[in-house]
């Protein structure tokens, strides 16, 4: 057995951890911008609110989810060399819906960045209501990723 095998619960503990962290910042993150829409731009209020969002993207964030990749690539590469078949789950439907839902998080972490870009620019477009109501979307999408991984797609 290689090391990644040898040591897939402590890789899976770890990516696990690095999840959490980065699924409540992206939670979080969108709830800011909710409060964000109300301050005017160049206030002391919009300063605080673009020096949380920051502080959340670079602190706690963009960690997170880099652990989270990285963790997650040493599972695929672990589970290959213990499954029967090797590579060849990552075919699998449940594979295929977890690889999906990890790409599409990451597309919405890069969309929330822009956004916090926009903000401290002065130049959001997006209401109050859209950041309220996009917020479930991380979480959804969890949601999704846990039952793929979980099941298997086998009930």
Same mark, same amino acid.
């Given at each position: 057995?290689?090391?990644?095998? @040898?040591?897939?619960?402590? /890789?899976?503990?770890?990516?696990?951890?690095?999840?959490?962290?980065?699924?409540?910042?992206?939670?979080?993150?969108?709830?800011?911008?909710?409060?964000?829409?109300?301050?005017?731009?160049?206030? @002391?209020?919009?300063?605080? /609110?673009?020096?949380?969002?920051?502080?959340?993207?670079?602190?706690?964030?963009?960690?997170?989810?880099?652990?989270?990749?990285? /963790?997650?690539?040493?599972?695929?590469?672990?589970?290959?060399?213990?499954?029967?078949?090797?590579?060849?789950?990552?075919?699998?439907?449940?594979?295929?819906?977890?690889?999906?839902?990890?790409?599409?998080?990451?597309?919405?972490?890069?969309?929330?960045?822009?956004?916090?870009?926009?903000?401290?620019?002065?130049?959001?477009?997006?209401? @109050?209501?859209?950041?309220?109501?996009?917020?479930?979307?991380?979480?959804?999408?969890?949601?999704?990723?846990?039952?793929?991984?979980?099941? @298997?797609?086998?009930?």
């Amino acid at each position: 057995m290689t090391f990644l095998a @040898e040591h897939f619960n402590l /890789f899976r503990g770890l990516h696990i951890i690095a999840v959490i962290a980065w699924m409540a910042g992206m939670l979080y993150l969108p709830r800011l911008y909710v409060y964000h829409c109300r301050a005017t731009p160049g206030s @002391e209020m919009d300063a605080t /609110f673009q020096e949380m969002e920051v502080k959340l993207l670079r602190i706690i964030i963009n960690p997170a989810m880099i652990a989270t990749w990285l /963790f997650g690539l040493c599972l695929i590469a672990g589970d290959a060399q213990m499954r029967p078949g090797g590579w060849a789950f990552l075919l699998t439907p449940w594979m295929l819906t977890k690889l999906a839902g990890v790409i599409l998080l990451s597309g919405w972490h890069g969309f929330l960045a822009g956004a916090r870009r926009r903000f401290a620019n002065g130049t959001n477009s997006r209401s @109050e209501k859209f950041w309220r109501m996009s917020n479930e979307l991380p979480f959804l999408a969890a949601v999704v990723m846990v039952l793929a991984v979980t099941t @298997e797609f086998v009930f």
